[in-house]
C-alpha cells in the first residue's frame, strides 16, 4: 500500500526521468511534501500515440472514464492497484494494454502499528535521494468542468527489507530497462505480455527508511518537516532523562522553604536521637522501682487516664526510648521503695548510700 508520496523533485529531475522535456499542464504542477490522493497534481510519464513520450500533470487518485459526469468523484477507491490482479479486474485490464505510465516521487510514506500506540509513519527513499520511479495506469474522466486525467500506483508485496514495515509496497522500477519494458511505446507493443517481469518486490539495498512526525497523517501538513528524521531517544536516553527529572525534583522541594523546614525538622531529630542515646550510655543504671499493685484513689486514677491519653497523643520516638531502662544485676540488691506519706500510689526515692552497679560493671560480671 501507498498512500502518501514526497513529489518535490526538481524539473531537471523530472525531465532526466522522463527522457523528454515535453510537459502538459506544467503550470498546474504543486509540488508537495506531503501528497495524498485528489489533494495534490503531480508528473507522470506517458506514451502520446504519434507523439511518443510527455510529462503530464494528474491527480492521484483512479477514476474511471466511464464515472458519469455528474458523479462526485472518489479519488481515494483506487489510489493503488494491485498488480497481482491486473489482467482479472476489467477496470485495469483495458489500461494495460495502452495507458500506463511512470510516477518520478522523492519517496513514499508507510504507517507501522507499534506496541501500546498509536501508528507510526515511516518516510522511505533512496540512499542519497535519487528518484524513485513508481509503476502506474492512467484514465482520463468526462467532467462536467471539463476532462480530468488521473492515475493510480501499482502495488505488490513487500520484499525482505521492507516486510517489517507493511506486507505492500510499490512496484519500483529502478533501472532503464524496466522503465523501458513497463511504458510501452504504443498499442500492439511485442512487449504488451511481459509487464508481469517487472512488477516484483524492489528488494536493492540502497531502500532506505526513518520515522517522521505522527503530524504529517494529515494533508495540512506541509514542509520539509513532513519528511524530516523523527528524533526519538535511546533506551539509555530515556532512563538517563527519567533519572534527572527525579533530582531536578528532589532539588525543588529542598528549594521550598516547606522542603528546608522537613530537612531542619529531620537534623534536629538527628540530633536530639544521638545526644540522648549518649546520656543513656554515660548515666549509671538505677533499679527500677518495684510497684505496687494497688488501686488508684480516685483522683489518681483519673490524673493516670489523663498520663495514659497523653503519651497515646505523641508522636514523638526520641521521648518514648526514655521509658526504656536497663535490665537489673541479679547480685545488685533491690532498693526497697518506702510509702510515701503523701498517700498511696506515691514512692519515694532509692537509697542513694546504696551503690548500683555501672553498665560496664554490670556486664563484666556477666561476661
Known amino acids: 500500500m501507498c498512500g502518501r508520496t514526497n513529489t518535490t523533485l526538481r524539473r531537471d529531475e523530472i525531465v532526466r526521468v522522463a ?32 507523439m511518443g513520450r510527455e510529462i503530464c500533470t494528474m491527480r492521484w487518485g483512479l477514476v474511471p472514464s466511464y464515472t458519469k459526469p455528474d458523479e462526485l468523484p ?9 498488480s497481482e490482479t491486473l489482467a482479472e479486474k476489467p477496470t485495469f485490464q483495458r489500461l494495460l494494454s495502452r495507458q500506463r505510465c511512470l510516477v518520478p516521487v522523492a519517496g513514499f510514506y508507510e504507517w507501522k502499528k507499534e506496541v501500546r500506540s498509536a501508528k507510526q509513519p515511516y518516510y522511505v527513499h533512496f540512499e542519497g535521494d535519487r528518484p524513485m520511479v513508481m509503476a502506474g495506469l492512467w484514465d482520463t474522466w468526462q467532467a462536467q468542468e471539463g476532462p480530468m ?24 522500477l529502478d533501472t532503464k530497462d524496466s522503465q523501458d519494458l513497463w511504458l510501452l511505446d504504443g498499442p500492439g507493443d511485442p512487449k504488451a505480455g511481459t509487464w508481469s517481469a517487472v512488477c516484483g518486490p524492489y528488494i536493492g539495498e ?5 520515522p517522521v512526525t505522527p503530524e504529517m497523517g494529515s494533508p495540512k501538513l506541509q514542509g520539509p518537516e513532513c519528511c524530516a528524521e523523527l528524533k526519538r ?35 534536629v531529630g538527628e540530633t536530639r536521637g544521638s ?44 521521648e518514648k526510648e526514655e ?45
Open 233 to 267: 531517544p535511546t533506551i539509555t536516553q530515556f532512563f538517563e532523562k527519567k533519572s534527572g527529572a527525579k533530582r531536578k525534583t528532589d532539588s525543588t522541594l529542598e528549594d521550598t522553604p516547606g522542603g528546608k523546614l522537613a530537612r531542619n525538622s529531620d537534623e
Open 74 to 82: 472518489d479519488f481515494w477507491r483506487m489510489f493503488n492497484a494491485r
Open 19 to 50: 527522457g523528454t522535456s515535453r510537459w502538459t499542464g506544467e503550470s498546474a504542477f504543486n509540488p508537495s511534501y506531503n501528497a495524498a490522493p485528489g489533494a495534490t497534481r503531480s508528473p507522470v510519464v506517458r506514451v502520446v500515440q504519434g
Open 149 to 172: 486525467s488521473t492515475y493510480t500506483i501499482l502495488t505488490t508485496d513487500s520484499g525482505p527489507r521492507l516486510g517489517w514495515l507493511h506486507d505492500r509496497m510499490p512496484v519500483i
Open 206 to 210: 540502497d531502500l532506505v527508511w526513518h
Open 323 to 367: 521509658v526504656v531502662e536497663e535490665p537489673t544485676p541479679k547480685s545488685s540488691p533491690q532498693p526497697k521503695s518506702k510509702p510515701s506519706p503523701a498517700g498511696k500510689g506515691a514512692f519515694s526515692s532509692p537509697d542513694p548510700s546504696e551503690k548500683q552497679a555501672s553498665i560496664t560493671q554490670f556486664f563484666s560480671k556477666k561476661s
Open 275 to 318: 545526644q540522648q542515646i549518649s546520656q543513656m550510655g554515660s548515666q549509671p543504671a538505677t533499679a527500677a522501682p518495684a510497684i505496687k499493685k494497688e488501686s488508684p484513689q480516685p483522683s489518681d486514677a483519673v490524673g493516670a487516664a489523663g498520663d495514659a491519653k497523653g503519651q497515646g497523643d505523641r508522636q514523638d520516638p526520641i
